[in-house]
T-cell receptor, first 111, second 116 residues
């Protein structure tokens, strides 16, 4: 099956700083999503982005499908951005919804 | 409305108990999923239902029994669980787009299960 790797595993930021999280995947994909998991376990959709670039407020994401990676940018970080960020992908030409998650990036934003 | 609801929020059960987890969505999605997440690990897919039919079972032990009684509801029946089954159980739903296509999966808040 598809392999999904995320980096860095841990990240500590001062409030107001910017950051970039990376997701590498081992095969062509038809589904790639970024999630934020809050301390209560809720997985919050950030982006559905199998290719291209999207922006939502202080967050943006870019997926370069031909090079098999995706980036999540967080600008002007806030303490509420803390939590675990997961990238998940589904391999193209398989059943499109069989998501495989990366190990996650634990983000801590300090005030 | 992109809400998936799950009940109960927390569940404690003994190894001889039978219990059920419930998931509901009203987005008209025809694909529904169960994931299991152990502490400090990513979610792992357990089952996929497509149009109320089981389409993927990721070699899950038979003590976990899924059921999809209609297009809005998904249950996970639990019987004779082990302490190592303690985890966060997440339900998700999406449009069913068939082989080779995909759409956003929306997750519920999860049920935190403890098996004593």
């Amino acid at each position: 099956g598809i392999q999904v790797e995320q980096s860095p595993p841990d990240l500590i930021l001062q409030e107001g700083a910017n950051s970039t999280l990376r997701c590498n995947f081992s095969d062509s994909v038809n589904n790639l999503q970024w999630f934020h998991q809050n301390p209560w376990g809720q997985l919050i959709n950030l982006f559905y982005i199998p290719s291209g670039t999207k922006q939502n407020g202080r967050l943006s994401a870019t997926t370069v499908a031909t090079e098999r990676y995706s980036l999540l940018y967080i600008s002007s970080s806030q303490t509420t951005d803390s939590g675990v960020y997961f990238c998940a992908a589904a391999r193209n030409m398989e059943y499109g919804n069989k998501l495989v998650f990366g190990a996650g990036t634990i983000l801590r934003v300090k005030s | 409305d992109t809400e998936v609801t799950q009940t109960p929020k927390h569940l404690v059960m003994g190894m001889t108990n039978k219990k059920s987890l419930k998931c509901e969505q009203h987005m008209g999605h025809r694909a529904m999923y169960w994931y299991k997440q152990k502490a400090k690990k990513p979610p792992e897919l357990m089952f996929v239902y497509s149009y109320e039919k089981l389409s993927i079972n990721e070699s899950v032990p038979s003590r976990f029994s899924p059921e999809c009684p209609n297009s809005s509801l998904l249950n996970l029946h639990l019987h004779a669980l082990q302490p190592e089954d303690s985890a966060l159980y997440l339900c998700a739903s999406s449009q069913d787009t068939g082989r080779g296509r995909a759409d956003t999966q929306y997750f519920g808040p999860g049920t935190r299960l403890t098996v004593l």
